[in-house]
């Protein structure tokens, strides 16, 4: 028997610009989960919003989890830079980790997230 996945409609695709971050925060009190979704080159990406450094928070303000130049992912409290394709660490205190990553697919231009 498999097990059933689990599927939440994030937001509309128009709200994530090419280039740009979402942040979304799921459920509430210790159930609280919050991921995010970058669109890169017309490809999302997303991941939890979890520095494998110290397991904080990767967004310095709402929705920006980008570098200024929007070539990678960087956590805000200690500046780790992480690959927006795979999530890998490439440079900072926890290089060589990897950010985990969630599915999300994209259905009549809604993100949804389907784990
Ligand atoms: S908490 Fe992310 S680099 Fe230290």
């Avoid at 459920?27 to 997303?46: C, D, H, I, K, M």
């Avoid at 985990?100 to 697919?105: G, I, L, N, S, Y």
Wanted: hydrophobic share 40%; charged share 25%; net charge negative.
């Amino acid at each position: 028997m498999s097990e059933a996945k689990r599927r939440t409609v994030l937001c509309p695709l128009a709200e994530i610009a090419d280039g740009c971050s979402k942040g979304f925060a799921l459920g509430a009190g210790a159930a609280q989960r919050e991921l995010f979704v970058v669109r890169s080159n017309g490809r999302l990406y997303a991941y939890e919003n979890s520095c494998p450094h110290t397991d904080g928070p990767l967004d310095w303000t709402p929705d920006q989890f980008l570098t200024v130049e929007r070539d990678f992912i960087q956590c805000a409290t200690h500046g780790a830079l992480f690959r927006i394709e795979t999530g890998e660490c490439l440079d900072g205190p926890c290089l060589g980790q990897w950010l985990r990553a969630v599915r999300v697919v994209l259905e009549d231009g809604v993100v949804v997230l389907d784990d």
